[in-house]
């Protein structure tokens, strides 16, 4: 298995600034992920995160509003940025291991005023 | 093509009985199967997972049943408690490398004692 954790757990944010969450696994993973959960929501893939080079977004997500970096195996960053009431979720870290089994942070619950 | 399609959206069972989430997919590529917990607040813990060359697969109290033919694939907690009050996801993903899971809408389980 696979232990995930994430920084800051939550935060409150103003309307414009930016937030950089910061996802650290306790061991090497083969693949990170960042996923977006509304409230009483499924869990929504933002991007994979690729070691040394440009994350990969899934449509409707894009590297302007959601840079994401991963400069080792075992660490990585989203940051959230120009952020609007819109962006208030909660942000997940996820690790997947060779066999295929994918480990989740805690999450970081932010609030946009 | 993508999807996962996941029912009942929310369960109640009494104390000591059966509950029973089922998957449905439509990708004939999808080869790992897993069911993620979460209790509100934490992030997803994953709880049992299967592949398509078996078609039962039991840990403790969690049993995953899988039809292949069917593309269905369902959870079932034997001697429901309380404690087992959560929402339950659905996932599923290929065997290539970078593939991230596709979740469910996932299932609101209350087990009342």
């Known amino acids: 298995s696979a232990v995930i954790s994430q920084k800051p757990s939550r935060d409150i944010c103003q309307r414009g600034t930016s937030l950089t969450i910061q996802c650290q696994v306790d061991?090497?993973?083969?693949?990170m992920f960042w996923y977006r959960q509304q409230p009483g929501q499924s869990l929504t893939l933002i991007a994979t995160?690729?070691?040394?080079?440009?994350?990969?977004?899934e449509s409707g997500f894009v590297i302007d509003k959601f840079p994401i970096s991963r400069p080792n195996l075992t660490f990585s960053t989203l940051t959230v940025s120009n952020m609007s009431p819109e962006d208030s979720s909660i942000y997940l870290c996820?690790?997947?291991?060779?066999?295929?089994?994918?480990?989740f942070g805690p999450g970081t619950r932010l609030t946009v005023l | 093509q993508q999807q996962v399609k996941q029912s009942p959206q929310s369960l109640i069972v009494q104390k000591g009985g059966i509950s029973i989430i089922n998957c449905a997919y439509e990708?004939?590529?999808?080869?790992?199967f897993p069911w993620y917990q979460q209790f509100p607040g934490k992030g997803p813990a994953l709880l049992i997972a299967i592949r398509p060359d078996v078609s039962e697969k039991k840990e403790g109290r969690f049993t995953i049943s899988f039809n292949k033919s069917a593309k269905q694939f369902s959870l079932h907690i034997m001697d429901s408690q309380p404690g087992d009050s959560a929402t339950y996801f659905c996932a599923a993903s290929t065997g290539q490398a970078g593939t991230a899971l596709i979740f469910g809408k996932g299932t609101t389980l209350s087990v009342s004692s």
């Open positions: 995160a690729n070691q040394g080079s440009e994350a990969t977004y």
């Open positions: 996820s690790g997947r291991l060779a066999l295929g089994e994918q480990f």
């Open positions: 061991s090497q993973v083969t693949m």
């Open positions: 990708n004939t590529a999808f080869d790992y």
